[in-house]
């Protein structure tokens, strides 16, 4: 690699040579020239720092003249402390101020799936494409994006079975304007004919496009909570089910409004907003005036009151014989995928902090993706699972915790041919699950959740949703300091009793795709009292 290099330093030499001895009139370059330059009593040239001056100002090794001394900023500076202030109608305002030209304010709803037991399920799901449409003072969503145009903002709805969020970040500077326009979009919405029926076709569009990917994941975990949970709470579909498309009308949707998005079940949670103003703008926008559903007479026979069932843990099966679609650009075969769930820990239960643990410890990701250090390759999915059977293309743990139980579960596919041996897997490193973890594991666990908690807190839009979830849930807002000493807690045997709590529950299952000879539940819940063995089961082999 280095000959062009060296033929190209030859032929210079060669040049210079030819100079020195053919032509009587060279001289050395110099220095009144050149001014970085000059030469010796040999005639050689060196480099030498050249001493003319060609600006006026001081080097940059001498201090400038008449500048203030320099301060420079100290770490207590950014530990700004999380306020929280309930308002006469039961709203709370929470808000952290942080350095920064932006915020980010939004609204955190105690509202979602979970809550629609009396109503055709489905409506969070029509709620999100209704978000940020016309209100009473914004004639349309367009009026609605200009305005959060001039001061650089952008919007966003999501909702989880549990939990409704909208939010908006924006220049610091727009926060009533930011203000003002999420009360209009979460107490007076117009939720006219013309946008529901707009919001029902691309429900219909979501759902046709995600039954045309080869991604599963968002249909497979709603079949496990489904399986997890029968026909109670958490078990509902976040996905609004073709059946009921046409069954949600306006007055559907009022009369969950009127129960669910009252004040006393919100937050609104803001960062990088002083308190105080966040205070004077709620009672200003969120206290006075009435909700949409308040001034109008909703004719509806659904329930009074908000139902406040417990969730109940039930086990189960859900499956689904289907092609699961194939794209040939991705380079991936046809895949069966499965989920193996279990009853996990609330995020008030104190399991909840050893369950992240072992969450980690487990991981997981793709086949694609075991690129080295830093990307999962440790975990026990990982080692145990990805890196032994070739026909495995992805194994992943999650963590579900809600306020009253969790779903710990693993996702794995596989083709069709090996879906038996694919759940044999799973249900095996689901019940090593208990056994003693080593120090170096549990270590690389510790500090891989200790360093995923800190990273994400950097960002200030999930700032807001630990602000405004944590305080939906419990009051208040625990600091990141205290989740690090608490993971720095855990033990060993913290893990060990948590997977013991978790295999002692009956086993969730969901599958979709070509599922064929795919064992039962009742053999996985045997198999997992079992050393993880089927019975009568041969032993697997790494080269079928």
Known sequence: ??????????????????????????????????????????????????????????PLTQPIPELPPVQYARPGDQKNVTQVTRLSNGLRVASENRFGQ???????????????????????????????????????????????????????????????????????????????????VVLRPQLSTDEVELARQAIQFDLETLGMRPEQEPIVMDMVHAAAYHDNTLGFPKLCPVENVPKIDRNTLLSYLR????????????????????????????????????????????????????????????LEECAIPVYAAVGLPELA?????????????????????????????????AGGPGKGMYTRLYTNVLNRYHWMYSATAYNHAYADTGLF???????????RNLVEVITRELFTMQS?????????AKTQLQSMLLMNLEARPVVFEDIGRQVLATGERRRPEHFIQEIEKITAEDVQNVARKMLSSAPALAARGEIK????????????????????????????
């Not at 979970?114 to 016309?134: C, M, N």
């Not at 579960?409 to 879906?419: L, N, R």
Request: glycine share 10%.
């Open 1 to 58: 690699m280095s000959l062009p290099y060296n033929l190209r330093a030859l032929s210079k030499r060669l040049l210079l040579n030819r100079c020195l001895t053919g032509c009587t009139q060279w001289r050395p370059f110099a220095s009144d020239t050149l001014g970085g330059r000059a030469s010796d009593p040999d005639g050689t040239t060196v480099n030498v720092p050249s001493k003319e001056i060609v600006t006026p100002l001081p």
């Open 409 to 419: 579960c693993i996702h794995a596919t596989a083709p069709p041919t090996h879906v």
């Open 102 to 184: 932006f915020c980010t304010v939004g609204v955190v709803i105690d509202s979602g799936p979970r809550y629609e037991l009396a109503y055709p399920s489905g409506i969070s799901h029509f709620l999100e494409k209704l978000a940020f449409q016309s209100t009473s003072e914004y004639g349309e969503r367009d009026v609605i994006f200009r305005e959060l145009e001039k001061h650089g903002g952008i919007c966003d709805c999501q909702s989880s079975r549990d939990t409704f969020v909208y939010a908006a970040s924006a220049d610091s500077r727009g926060l009533e304007s930011v203000t003002r326009i999420l009360s209009e």
């Open 436 to 444: 003693r973890p080593g120090d170096q594991e549990l270590r690389r």
């Open 259 to 318: 129960l669910h998005h009252t004040p006393d079940r919100m937050v609104l949670a803001g960062v990088g907003v002083p308190h105080d103003e966040l205070v004077r703008l709620a009672e200003r926008y969120f206290v006075e005036g009435s909700a949409t559903w308040e001034s109008e007479r909703v004719a509806s026979s659904n329930p009074k009151s908000v139902d406040t069932s417990i969730a109940q843990y039930t086990g189960g099966s859900k």
């Open 337 to 369: 995928h499965v989920v193996i769930g279990l009853r996990g820990c609330s995020h008030q239960d104190k399991d909840f902090i050893a369950a992240c643990v072992l969450n980690m410890m487990m991981g997981g990701g793709g086949s694609f993706s």
């Open 517 to 544: 000879g795919i064992p039962e539940v009742k053999d996985i819940h045997a198999a997992l009292a079992n050393e993880g063995r089927f019975p009568g089961n041969r032993r697997l082999t790494l080269f079928r």
